[in-house]
């Protein structure tokens, strides 16, 4: 409501206004001419508001063709004839002398016709709106309804009397003007209802002309006189009642669509300005004098200079002192200046801090009315990166061509599109030429690749040289990329290293000592050779898992680790360990660690081999043992020889002959025994040193056999002495004392293994080419497991030692050595518990 009906600030606009003054001034003069002739008054007032009525028509009948609003059509051609019965009415008008013979009458009836007339228009003219409604039908249509009241009061004169001299004006006349007062009102309330359809302030005109038509009314029923003072403010409200209606016409019709039309004007000028200063490439406007007038936002933002800074600066200020920069743009002002126009054309420039940029420039040039150039626009456009992007992809194209390494590309077909220099040695193998067709045994090849999208590497031999070819798809152009290589050299070299690598394996397989290498990070073992006991499925196998059948690296100082020596010092190491062979025997080893350092000196690897030393070991143990034997061997008989001989000697003349014979025969007899036992040992060490040397001489074996078993006999009563010796027997050629000394350590063994007595038989049998001599006896027997280390040195088995405290464990070892050196062979059988007999053969004839 308050937009609509802002009465404050229609009085104030309506006061301020020129024309609102002018109106007052009007309005005064009429006023002035109204006291001085009421008629002249009339006529001014009346032709006052027919000029607007017409203007009003005239206006809208010329622009009803961009009235998109009817009711403004409908009230253009209402108001024509309003205003054409207005001026009737006024020519009616008394003291006009027009129609003389009408009197007052007529121009009433005429008034209130017209009145109806506006009345009843202003209530219909807004049905109109949105009707499709012909102008000219409305026209005629109003042009009937006038025939017919004009008719209808001259010719007729059926339209009912208004004023009556002297009676003044009638009752229809005064109800009448209530009755228009009504139609008005009604026509504001039907106006309100579609208030959407006009502008607030055209509405507010209307409003206000129907509202003054209204009061106009009123003021008409008051008056007597048609020259009364009613009459004149109804004539007042009347002229400014058709002005606000004219007031509401031009407005909409002229004021609202030019300024529609000059806002939409500014706006597109607002867009294009906008256009200018936002658009992403750079505007400069350059004079003649080659002096920037205008730049955009852009400009100054892709420089690096304010507005103020860019605006007068000379334009090749801009360019970069190089060939492509301000010498070609001088060179195009040139031309500008005559009128050239430029396209797009690549220019290096300059920004504010020096730094470069490749542009693309556009200028057109601007003329003035006679046809010389005023100015330029310029366009710019910041291609650094296209042109950086251009060059880098010149730099990559070059990259094939540069290739040292072949490059083809290979279309569907099997032509050859495109071949590097480096190619020429394969297209002479394949005798083609670049845009030729590959040989057809390569077609299948290229349909296959491109067929399944997948790199296809293959190999080709040429002149000594051997070529890997690898063929890259490139599916979606459908064609291949062909990339070769020569692997000659690789070739040659993998052979090498598949020859060394032969030869190592060889080597190590060579090796009888287990042979190793050994991760020096996680003790895993590399390499190893069969003798380390590795199978394929130990592979991975730590060497402490192998070696050791341990979980865990050795540690303590009696179990050295090898590796963690070797980390420790970065020098070889040798360490004893206890190993485990695969079958799990346990052996003494002596490992050898060697270690492999990286470029920082770290320890990488460590090569290992071990030595079995458990014989080493076990003969070591043995010699320990043997020197305790050996003294204590050598302790007792000594003992004995010089307690005998001492008695003798302290108790010589207190002792009996006999007794002193026994004494001496004792210590004669540990003599004996004591000089076996050197001559074993002498034996062995000649034997050891391979100075056993046999004295040659024939040998009477019946007597020699004889005279040991005698010696023997001598030496022990327990047992039964059994000799058997074949009736012929041919002397043998011997060394005769290590006969002896054999026959002797037998005897004794028979003797001492003999603890319960029991008969000692010594055979001698003759056979074709030999001699077996041999000696049996009925006493402890030697197990299957133990003869087997008889003649090994220092073996005293267990039983022995239980029987009898004496012995080296010598004796079989020297006899052995000595029957070898006669070239015969020394064997035993024996059951355990039942009696040995040891035989030994001497060779005949050849001696
Ligand atoms: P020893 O000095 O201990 O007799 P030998 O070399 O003569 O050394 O003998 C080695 C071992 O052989 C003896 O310790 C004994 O165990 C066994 N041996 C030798 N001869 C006999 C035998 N006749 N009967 C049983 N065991 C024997």
Same mark, same amino acid.
């Given at each position: 409501m308050n937009n609509v009906f802002s009465w404050p600030e229609i009085i104030r606009k309506l006061l301020w206004r020129p024309v609102t003054i002018a109106g007052a001034f009007i309005i005064l003069a009429l006023y002035v001419s109204s006291v001085y002739n009421y008629l002249l008054f009339h006529s001014i007032a009346e032709l006052f508001s027919i000029i607007v009525a017409f203007a009003i028509f005239i206006i809208i009948w010329n622009s009803r063709r961009f009235l998109d609003n009817n009711y403004f059509i409908a009230i253009g051609i209402a108001y024509f004839f309003i205003g054409g019965l207005d001026l009737v009415h006024t020519l009616a008008y008394s003291g006009m002398g027009v129609f003389p013979e009408y009197g007052a009458n007529l121009p009433t009836?005429?008034?209130?016709?017209?009145?109806?007339?506006?009345?009843?228009?202003?209530?219909?003219a807004p049905f109109f709106i949105g009707r499709r409604i012909k102008s000219n039908t409305m026209f005629f249509g109003y042009a009937l309804v006038i025939s017919l009241i004009l008719t209808s009061i001259f010719y007729w004169d059926i339209f009912p009397a208004s004023f009556i001299e002297n009676s003044g004006l009638t009752p229809f006349k005064k109800i009448s003007e209530y009755i228009i007062s009504v139609i008005l009102l009604a026509s504001i309330f039907?106006?309100?209802?579609?208030?959407?359809e006009f502008d607030a302030k055209v509405l507010r005109l209307l409003f206000g002309a129907i509202i003054l038509t209204i009061c106009a009314e009123l003021a008409f029923t008051f008056y007597v006189s048609v020259y009364g003072l009613s009459n004149l403010i109804g004539h007042f409200l009347k002229i400014i009642s058709f002005y606000l209606i004219y007031k509401a016409i031009v407005e909409t019709t002229i004021v609202k669509p030019f300024n529609l039309l000059f806002r939409n004007l500014k706006h597109s000028e607002e867009q294009y300005q906008d256009l200018y200063e936002e658009a992403p490439n750079a505007y400069f406007s350059v004079g003649i004098d080659g002096r920037i007038r205008q730049a955009n936002r852009r400009a100054t933002e892709l420089f690096g200079f304010s507005r103020y800074e860019l605006v007068g600066r000379p334009i090749f200020d801009l360019y970069a002192d190089t060939p492509n920069g301000k010498v070609k743009a001088q060179g195009f002002f040139k031309g500008f200046l005559d009128g050239? %126009?430029?396209h797009n054309e690549e220019l290096e420039m300059r920004r504010a801090d020096g730094s470069k940029l490749w542009a693309n420039l556009s200028v057109r040039p601007i003329f003035d009315k006679e046809g010389r150039v005023v100015a330029s626009r310029s366009e710019?456009?910041?291609?650094?990166?296209?042109?950086?992007?251009?060059? %880098?992809?010149?730099?990559?194209?070059?990259? $094939?061509?540069?290739?040292?390494?072949?490059?083809?590309r290979i279309a569907r077909n099997g032509t050859i599109l495109y071949a590097n220099k480096a190619s020429s040695i394969l297209l002479n193998k394949w005798k083609r030429k670049v845009g030729q067709k590959l040989p057809e045994d390569w077609q299948e090849l290229i349909s296959e690749v491109l067929d399944t999208g997948l790199i296809k590497n293959t190999e080709v031999g040429w002149r000594n040289h051997i070529y890997s070819l690898d063929f890259a798809p490139i599916v979606e152009e459908g064609y291949i990329n062909v990339y070769g290589l020569d692997i000659t050299e690789r070739k040659q070299a993998d052979e090498r290293i598949k020859q060394q690598k032969q030869l190592l394996e060889i080597? /190590?397989?060579?090796?009888? *000592? $287990?042979?190793?290498?050994?991760?020096?990070?996680?003790?895993?073992i590399e390499i190893a050779n069969s003798a380390a006991g590795m199978s394929e499925k130990t592979a991975d196998v730590k060497c402490y898992e192998l070696t050791h059948k341990s979980g865990k690296p050795c540690s303590g100082t009696r179990h050295l680790c090898p590796l963690k020596e070797v980390k420790k010092s970065k020098k070889a190491v040798t360490v004893e360990h206890i190993h485990y062979s695969v079958d799990g025997k346990k052996m003494n080893v002596e490992v050898h660690g060697f270690p492999v350092l990286d470029k920082e000196g770290n320890v990488m690897l460590m090569i290992t081999y071990y030595l079995d030393i458990t014989e080493r070991k076990q003969l070591d143990q043995l010699k320990d043992e043997f020197i305790g034997l050996v003294? *204590? %061997? /050598?302790?007792? $008989?000594?003992?004995?020889?010089?307690?005998?001989?001492?008695?003798?000697?302290?108790?010589?003349?207190?002792?009996?002959?006999? #007794?002193? *014979?026994?004494? /001496?025969?004792?210590?004669? *007899? #540990?003599?004996?025994?004591?000089a076996g036992l050197l001559n074993n040992l002498l034996e062995l060490s000649r034997a050891q040193a391979g100075r056993l040397f046999i004295r040659a001489e024939l040998v009477n074996l019946r007597k020699m056999l004889r005279d040991s078993v005698e010696e023997i006999r001598r030496q022990s009563s327990a047992h039964r002495f059994v000799l058997e010796i074949p009736g012929k027997l041919p002397d043998v050629t011997a060394d005769k004392l290590r006969l002896e000394r054999i026959l002797n350590n037998l005897l004794e063994n028979a003797v001492k293994y003999s603890p319960d007595g029991g008969e000692i038989r010594v055979s001698v049998k003759l056979e074709k080419e030999r001699l077996v001599?041999?000696?049996s006896d009925q006493g402890i027997g030697i197990s299957k497991i133990d003869q087997a280390k008889l003649f090994k040195p220092f073996q005293r088995l267990e039983d022995a030692r239980i029987h009898s405290t004496k012995g080296l464990g010598l004796g079989l070892l020297v006899c052995q050595r000595l029957v070898e050196s006669h070239g015969g062979q020394i064997w035993v059988e024996s059951k355990h518990g039942q009696g040995s007999t040891f035989f030994f053969t001497l060779p005949l004839g050849k001696q």
């Open positions: 009836q005429l008034w209130i016709s017209a009145r109806y007339l506006q009345a009843i228009s202003l209530l219909i039907v106006m309100y209802r579609k208030r959407r050239e %126009e430029i710019v456009l910041d291609i650094t990166e296209y042109k950086q992007a251009e060059e %880098e992809i010149n730099r990559l194209a070059k990259f $094939p061509s540069e290739n040292p390494n072949s490059v083809l080597t /190590l397989e060579s090796l009888t *000592h $287990p042979f190793y290498v050994v991760n020096a990070d996680n003790y895993i003294s *204590h %061997e /050598l302790r007792s $008989p000594l003992t004995v020889i010089t307690g005998a001989v001492n008695t003798v000697l302290a108790e010589g003349s207190r002792l009996s002959a006999e #007794e002193t *014979h026994q004494l /001496l025969l004792d210590a004669s *007899h #540990e003599a004996d025994s004591l001599i041999s000696v």
